[in-house]
């Protein structure tokens, strides 16, 4: 689980662990236990309570330009801290959180009350206090802006899951967090809801995730200036990162971890294949066969009006007509042309004609 966290904050690809060979369904629904995250701005609030000190313990003005340190104070009862030195370094992004499962006394803090995830399926909240800044100058502050996220344990009912090749698509995802009733069999949290399944988690299992959670969302500090240090691996690189993008990416990894675990249940789904369909309408069929009917119509007229008995000319109907053919001048005498004839009398005398002609090839 753990390094489904880490691939999540640090935005890492996991594949998810399904079958498919072609392209394939899961209509669903399949419920399964996950976690979900939920941020808002608290920027208003947070810096009403803010207090400066100088070094002295003198209460300043945050603009002060002198050495101090400033402590605000969130709705969840969180406290935030930011140190200010003009000449050298100045918090940039405050980053820390606390577990929603252990009691919170005035300041903060936790206190020692057992372990309770009875009340409520929030585990952790995170705050991110950042000092907005301009574009084109690390030294001129705009603002301030403090972002609350809240983790907490969910269901998530997942319908219309198709996929198709290595990708796989969730069509619809509907989580139910808040509306979860929660009680402790057998050091496991039970987690039910109308309309879905009973699901179960180890107590163990939720303290591990809450104490990683613990450890690197708790005091976290990005710092600006000469003289800032920086901080390596993950502790480095949460402070730089957009609080709700982090937090979504890596509640999804755990969902997704939970649902690809040893613990999976297989779903059967279905396989879509490509077929060829061909689907004849018969009345597209009406015109082309009209068309052919007629063509065929007027061939069979073309053929009865072009036969020999109807008195064609019969230099017109042989080629042997036009080897004793002459011309004969024409009787008008605006015309200057003549009439091609033939001195046959019938098609009898032609044929009796054709079988004496014999043709030379000359040259």
Same mark, same amino acid.
């Given at each position: 689980?753990?390094?489904? &966290?880490?691939?999540?904050?640090?935005?890492?690809?996991?594949?998810?662990?399904?079958?498919?060979? *072609?392209?394939? %369904?899961?209509?669903?629904?399949?419920?399964?236990?996950?976690?979900?995250? !939920?941020?808002?701005?608290?920027?208003?609030?947070?810096?009403?309570?803010? $207090?400066?000190?100088?070094?002295?313990?003198? !209460?300043?003005?945050?603009?002060?330009?002198?050495?101090?340190?400033?402590?605000? &104070?969130?709705? *969840?009862?969180?406290?935030?801290?930011?140190?200010?030195?003009?000449?050298?370094?100045?918090?940039?992004?405050?980053?820390?959180?606390?577990?929603?499962?252990?009691?919170?006394?005035?300041?903060?803090?936790?206190?020692?009350?057992?372990?309770?995830?009875?009340?409520?399926?929030?585990?952790?909240?995170?705050?991110?206090? =950042?000092?907005?800044?301009?574009? =084109? %100058?690390?030294?001129?502050?705009?603002?301030?802006?403090?972002?609350?996220?809240?983790?907490?344990? /969910?269901?998530?009912?997942?319908? +219309? $899951?198709? /996929?198709?090749?290595?990708?796989?698509?969730?069509?619809?995802?509907?989580?139910?967090?808040?509306?979860?009733?929660?009680?402790?069999?057998?050091?496991?949290?039970?987690?039910?809801?109308?309309?879905?399944?009973?699901?179960?988690?180890?107590?163990?299992?939720?303290?591990?995730?809450?104490?990683?959670?613990?450890?690197?969302?708790?005091?976290?500090?990005?710092? #600006?200036?000469?003289? /800032?240090?920086?901080?390596?691996?993950?502790?480095?690189?949460?402070?730089?990162?957009?609080?709700?993008?982090?937090?979504?990416?890596?509640?999804?990894? &755990?969902?997704?971890?939970?649902? +690809?675990?040893? =613990?999976?249940?297989?779903?059967?789904?279905?396989?879509? !294949?490509?077929?060829?369909?061909?689907?004849?309408?018969?009345?597209?069929?009406? #015109?082309?066969?009209?068309?052919?009917?007629?063509?065929?119509?007027?061939?069979?007229?073309?053929?009865?009006?072009?036969? %020999?008995?109807?008195?064609?000319?019969?230099?017109?109907?042989?080629?042997?007509?036009?080897?004793?053919?002459?011309?004969?001048?024409?009787?008008?005498?605006?015309?200057?042309?003549?009439?091609?004839?033939?001195?046959?009398?019938?098609?009898? +005398?032609?044929?009796?004609?054709?079988?004496?002609?014999?043709?030379?090839?000359?040259?």
């Amino acid at each position: 689980m753990q390094g489904a &966290m880490i691939a999540g904050l640090f935005g890492y690809e996991i594949p998810s662990n399904f079958n498919c060979s *072609s392209v394939c %369904s899961w209509p669903g629904p399949f419920t399964t236990l996950g976690f979900h995250q !939920e941020c808002r701005n608290i920027t208003v609030e947070t810096l009403a309570t803010k $207090i400066c000190r100088s070094v002295d313990g003198d !209460e300043v003005d945050d603009t002060a330009q002198s050495t101090h340190n400033c402590t605000l &104070m969130t709705p *969840s009862k969180i406290p935030l801290f930011t140190d200010v030195s003009p000449t050298s370094k100045r918090t940039g992004v405050y980053l820390t959180g606390k577990t929603i499962s252990f009691p919170l006394n005035n300041t903060g803090e936790e206190t020692d009350a057992s372990f309770n995830m009875t009340k409520s399926p929030n585990i952790f909240t995170a705050i991110r206090y =950042n000092i907005v800044r301009d574009d =084109n %100058s690390d030294t001129v502050i705009l603002g301030e802006d403090i972002q609350e996220c809240t983790v907490s344990v /969910a269901a998530h009912t997942y319908t +219309d $899951i198709r /996929a198709s090749g290595n990708t796989l698509t969730i069509g619809h995802d509907d989580i139910v967090s808040a509306q979860l009733s929660i009680k402790e069999v057998d050091s496991r949290f039970i987690y039910s809801s109308p309309g879905i399944p009973d699901l179960a988690i180890q107590q163990n299992d939720l303290k591990v995730i809450i104490g990683f959670l613990r450890s690197e969302f708790t005091d976290k500090t990005l710092e #600006l200036g000469l003289s /800032a240090k920086e901080e390596l691996g993950l502790s480095g690189s949460l402070p730089t990162q957009d609080l709700k993008d982090a937090l979504t990416r890596m509640t999804l990894r &755990m969902t997704q971890r939970i649902a +690809d675990g040893p =613990n999976r249940q297989v779903m059967v789904g279905k396989t879509i !294949e490509r077929v060829v369909f061909v689907e004849a309408w018969y009345p597209m069929l009406a #015109l082309p066969v009209f068309v052919t009917t007629m063509a065929l119509l007027l061939l069979l007229f073309t053929m009865w009006q072009s036969r %020999s008995s109807t008195g064609t000319a019969l230099w017109k109907s042989s080629a042997l007509a036009l080897l004793y053919h002459n011309v004969r001048p024409s009787d008008d005498p605006l015309l200057t042309g003549g009439a091609l004839q033939c001195d046959f009398r019938d098609l009898k +005398d032609l044929k009796r004609k054709t079988k004496a002609a014999t043709v030379q090839k000359v040259g």
